[in-house]
């Protein structure tokens, strides 16, 4: 069989590791120029680290990551919401973690990244039943019988088969950084304010990973130099947050990004299929853009592995489908309950929440474990 996988982030390269042993015929191409990754850190709950060890990647992952034992949900004055252990069932499948994004690529990517068509994109896609004919950059014209869009949030794969798809945006600002662990022992804490939430997790014995967000109708904060919009938006914080942007040098790395969502979770179009943030892009509310990336791909290949081409796709747009739109969904709710800070009464209801259900990433990690085979 001739795949086309578009893109090497963590579901391509992810793929190409998985369907290279079967004896298939595989090109995977990268728009980009050099393979980089882009967003300090990157935390894996637990169905992340299920998925990595079916790759059998889940122990080179543990040796970089930093394992956590609880979650914690607090006022941005510091003042606990709701705390839960990560220790009881079903969260105690496998652990939670988090370690630098270039570490879980350097593993992901290892022994293939040579195999990777850099600086190589698609032009064109034209589809029948029996083959997908796709047109390069270069202008070289070539026919597969799949191809994978794991493209991206913005997937213009994606945008071929399925016009008018561009990703809605949440216009929440959002900036990522690693910095010096504020406390000993911290764990994994979420701050919510009034506009505005701020996470730490730790990624090592040193070093936390550290993400901000903020509502930003009208960008205001996004044009603002990174250094100096988060002083300024998380400035009455809890000291571990002040104490996590006053360690930052002048020459910090920051991640200036924009939350959106994918608007129509649908994986299959003919012989075109999507995996990864191509299908399901959204707020990491519950951290479960990796992985979902790698559910999405283990269930792909084992399906290609047992059956014939359109059987397998098939069976992955059913067992895909449910999975990935719940986690679309929750995840933009957990936003939008952030959102509710923004009036006293919404505070009530949504720091209420938060006390009565539990931490909101612990209470949906709950439900997609307990729903793990
Ligand atoms: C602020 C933020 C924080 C996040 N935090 C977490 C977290 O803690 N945990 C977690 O699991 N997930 C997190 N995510 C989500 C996670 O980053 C993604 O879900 C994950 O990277 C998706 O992998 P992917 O391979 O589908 O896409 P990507 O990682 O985006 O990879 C796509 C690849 O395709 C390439 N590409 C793009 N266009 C083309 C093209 N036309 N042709 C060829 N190649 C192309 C890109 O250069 C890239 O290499 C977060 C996301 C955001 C925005």
């Avoid at 090109?27 to 990595?52: F, H, Q, R, V, Y």
């Avoid at 630098?100 to 029948?128: F, G, H, P, Y």
């Avoid at 939350?259 to 995996?275: D, G, S």
Wanted: hydrophobic share 40%.
């Amino acid at each position: 069989m001739r795949v086309l996988i578009v893109g090497a982030g963590v579901a391509g390269c992810a793929l190409y590791r998985r369907l290279k042993p079967l004896g298939f015929t595989i090109d995977i191409i990268e728009k980009s120029a050099t393979l980089s990754s882009e967003g300090a850190a990157i935390c894996l709950p637990a169905n992340a680290m299920l998925a990595l060890d079916k790759l059998g990647l889940s122990k080179p992952v543990l040796n970089l990551a930093y394992q956590v034992d609880q979650i914690e949900y607090a006022l941005s004055s510091g003042k606990t919401l709701a705390r839960a252990s990560l220790h009881t069932a079903p969260l105690n499948k496998a652990p939670f973690v988090a370690l630098k994004r270039d570490d879980l690529m350097s593993v992901l990517r290892k022994d293939i990244a040579e195999d990777v068509q850099l600086n190589t994109w698609l032009e064109d896609i034209k589809q029948d039943n029996n083959e997908v004919l796709v047109t390069f950059q270069s202008g070289e014209t070539k026919a597969y019988d799949l191809v994978v869009a794991a493209d991206g949030i913005n997937s213009s794969v994606r945008q071929m088969v399925q016009p008018h798809s561009a990703p809605l945006t949440h216009k929440v600002t959002n900036w990522r950084f690693t910095a010096k662990k504020p406390v000993a022992g911290i764990q994994p804490t979420y701050y919510v304010g009034n506009e505005s939430a701020f996470m730490i997790y730790p990624i090592s014995e040193d070093e936390v990973y550290c993400y901000g967000q903020i509502m930003d109708e009208d960008g205001k904060f996004a044009s603002l130099a990174s250094n100096k919009a988060i002083q300024e938006v998380f400035s009455d914080y809890a000291s571990p947050v002040t104490e996590c942007i006053n360690s930052l040098s002048e020459d910090q790395h920051i991640v200036l990004g924009q939350l959106k969502t994918v608007q129509h979770t649908e994986p299959l179009f003919n012989r075109v299929v999507l995996v990864g943030d191509a299908l399901h892009g959204c707020p990491p509310s519950l951290q479960q853009g990796a992985g979902m990336s790698l559910e999405d791909i283990n269930c792909l290949a084992d399906f290609l592995e047992q059956h014939e081409l359109h059987d397998a796709l098939k069976q992955y747009q059913q067992k895909r489908a449910d999975r990935v739109t719940w986690t679309v969904k929750e995840s933009n709710k957990i936003i939008k309950l952030a959102g509710l800070g923004r009036s006293p009464i919404g505070r009530f209801i949504r720091n209420t929440i938060i006390r009565l259900k539990g931490p909101a990433n612990v209470v949906g990690w709950r439900k997609l474990l307990t729903e793990m085979d």
